[in-house]
C-alpha cells in the first residue's frame, strides 16, 4: 500500500461530492440506491459513493480512501480489484460475455464447489442468493413432496416472498416487522423458530411432523449482526430433520468459505442435505449456487423434473471470477490471513471498548466478525435486537470519519480479506480507541 493509502485515518475532507451524488440519485431511483442499507438510514448521513477500490481499501468520489470491512458485504475475500480476478475476468470478457450454452468454466467452478466442501456431488450455477435458497426450497418441496419450511428469525435467505418472515438486518434496519406486498398465501408455509433454540423446533416438528419439507439455516448467522450457533445446535438439527424425513438446508451464501475453507459444512462437520452459495463464490459479480447429494440434486431439470433455469446463469465473466477467487484462496496462507486478521480486529475491538468502559460482544468465526453494543452474550434475534443503535450510529460515523468503512448497520457481520494488512488494522483500532472515547459510558 502506499504512504496515501496509510494516511487515510487523518485524510476525510468532505463529502460533498457524495451529497450531491445521492441527491441526484434519490431524483432517479426509490431511495436513491439499488439496495436498502447503502442508504445508511440506521446511522444517518449521505451514503459515500465510491470511485474505486484496491486491496483492502476504496476510494470516495470526493477522493477520501477508507479501510473497508463491509467488502460489498462480503464477496471480496481476496479485497478490491484483485490482479488475479481482474485478469481472469478481463480476459473471459473478451470472449464474449454471454452464451446461453455450455463453457467449461462452469463445470471446473462446480467442480472446485465439490471439491472444496464435504457431502456435495451436483452444484447447480445461479446469478445471486436469493435464487440459489428459492431454488433449494423448491428442490427441498419437490424432492420430499411436502409444503411446509422452518427459518430462524434474524436469518436472511434473500427477499423471495416466503422468506420474507422476520430475515433480520436489512428488514430489522429499516423497523419492518414484514414487507408490505407479499400475500399472505406466500408465508403460510413458513415456520419461524429462535436461532440456537432446538426445543423451538422440535416443537415445530411436534405439531407438523410429516409435512415440512426442510429446515433452513444460517450456520452461523450473519444477517443479525453476528451470532454463532451453540454446541449441538447444528447436530440437533440433522438429528431431528433425519428423524422426521426433511432436509437440512445450509445457507452459506454468507458463510461459504469464510467462516472455513469447507464453509460451516465443514467447520462444524455436519452434513446437511443442501447448501446454497453465494457472495464469496461469484468474486464480486452476480454469481451464486445451490448444491447437495445426487439424489436430492437429481430432481432438478433437466435430470429432473423441478424447473429451474437461468439466461445468464453460469455466466462466464462471473464464473471466471469466481474459478479465479476459488483457486487464489486455497494458496497457502491466503484464507489463514484473513482470518487472523479477524481475530486480531475483534480482540483489538474488545480492548479498546473495554479501556473506554463500554460494553461490548465481539465474535469473530474465520474470516467474518461482529460486533454488538450489548451488555450480554447475543444467541439469537431477540438478544441482538436489545444492542443500543445509538451508540453504533456514533461510533459508526467516528470511524467513518477517520477513514474506516464498517457496515452502516449493527446487524451486519464485518468481513475480513486477505489484501488487509497489519497497517489497515492498526489504523482500524486507533480509530475505534477514538470513537469509543466519544461514547458516554
Ligand atoms: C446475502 C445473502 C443472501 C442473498 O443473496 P443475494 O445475492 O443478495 O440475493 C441469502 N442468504 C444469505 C445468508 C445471505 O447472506
Not at 496509510?6 to 426509490?30: E, Q
Not at 434496519?173 to 423451538?200: K, M, Y
Not at 452476480?286 to 431439470?301: F, N
Amino acid at each position: 500500500m502506499t504512504d496515501t493509502a496509510h494516511r487515510a485515518k487523518s485524510a476525510i475532507l468532505s463529502h460533498d461530492r457524495s451529497a450531491d451524488a445521492f441527491a441526484a440519485a434519490r431524483a432517479v431511483m426509490p431511495g436513491g440506491v439499488n439496495s436498502p442499507v447503502r442508504a445508511f438510514r440506521s446511522v444517518g448521513g449521505t451514503p459515500v459513493f465510491v470511485d474505486r477500490g484496491e486491496g483492502s481499501r476504496f476510494w470516495d468520489v470526493d477522493g477520501n480512501v477508507y479501510v473497508d470491512y463491509v467488502l460489498s458485504w462480503g464477496p471480496l475475500i481476496l479485497g478490491h480489484a484483485h490482479p488475479r480476478v481482474v485478469e481472469a475476468t478481463t480476459a473471459a470478457l473478451r470472449k464474449g460475455t454471454s452464451f446461453g450454452a455450455p463453457t467449461l468454466a462452469e463445470t471446473e467452478l462446480a467442480e472446485l464447489i465439490r471439491d472444496s466442501v464435504p457431502g456435495i456431488d451436483l452444484v447447480r450455477l445461479v446469478s445471486s442468493g436469493t435464487e440459489a435458497t428459492m431454488s433449494a426450497l423448491r428442490l427441498a418441496r419437490a424432492a420430499t413432496g411436502r409444503d411446509k419450511i422452518v427459518k430462524f428469525s434474524g436469518c436472511y435467505h434473500g427477499h423471495a416472498d416466503m422468506l420474507l418472515v422476520q430475515a433480520g438486518s436489512g428488514v430489522a434496519t429499516l423497523g419492518l416487522p414484514d414487507s408490505p406486498g407479499v400475500p399472505r398465501g406466500a408465508t403460510i408455509d413458513t415456520l419461524v423458530a429462535p436461532f440456537n433454540d432446538l426445543e423451538s423446533v422440535q416443537a415445530l416438528f411436534d405439531e407438523h411432523r410429516d409435512d415440512i419439507a426442510a429446515v433452513i439455516v444460517e450456520p452461523v448467522a450473519g444477517n443479525m449482526g453476528l451470532v454463532t450457533p451453540r454446541d449441538g445446535f447444528l447436530p440437533g438439527l440433522r438429528s431431528i430433520t433425519g428423524k422426521h424425513g426433511a432436509l437440512l438446508i445450509f445457507d452459506e451464501v454468507m458463510t461459504g468459505f469464510r467462516v472455513f475453507p469447507g464453509g460451516a459444512v465443514e467447520l462444524y462437520d455436519v452434513q446437511p442435505d443442501l447448501v446454497t452459495f453465494g457472495k464469496v463464490v461469484g468474486g464480486g459479480f452476480p454469481l451464486a449456487a445451490y448444491a447437495g447429494t445426487r439424489a436430492v440434486m437429481e430432481h432438478v431439470a433437466p435430470a429432473g423434473t423441478m424447473y429451474q433455469a437461468g439466461t445468464l446463469s453460469g455466466n462466464p465473466v462471473a464464473t471466471a471470477a469466481g474459478i479465479a477467487t476459488l483457486t487464489t484462496l486455497r494458496e497457502p496462507g491466503v484464507w489463514d490471513g484473513a482470518a487472523r486478521s479477524a481475530t486480531t480486529l475483534v480482540d483489538g475491538l474488545r480492548k479498546a471498548a473495554s479501556a473506554a468502559s463500554i460494553p461490548v460482544q465481539a465474535t469473530s468465526v474465520g474470516t467474518m466478525a461482529g460486533m454488538f453494543f450489548n451488555d450480554t452474550q447475543v444467541s439469537n434475534y431477540a438478544d441482538a435486537q436489545k444492542s443500543d443503535t445509538g451508540r453504533f450510529a456514533t461510533f459508526f460515523n467516528a470511524m467513518l470519519q477517520q477513514g474506516v468503512y464498517f457496515a452502516p448497520s449493527q446487524f451486519e457481520a464485518l468481513f475480513l480479506s486477505a489484501a488487509h494488512t497489519e497497517q489497515d488494522l492498526a489504523l482500524t483500532l486507533e480509530a475505534a480507541a477514538e470513537a469509543f472515547a466519544l461514547l458516554p459510558a
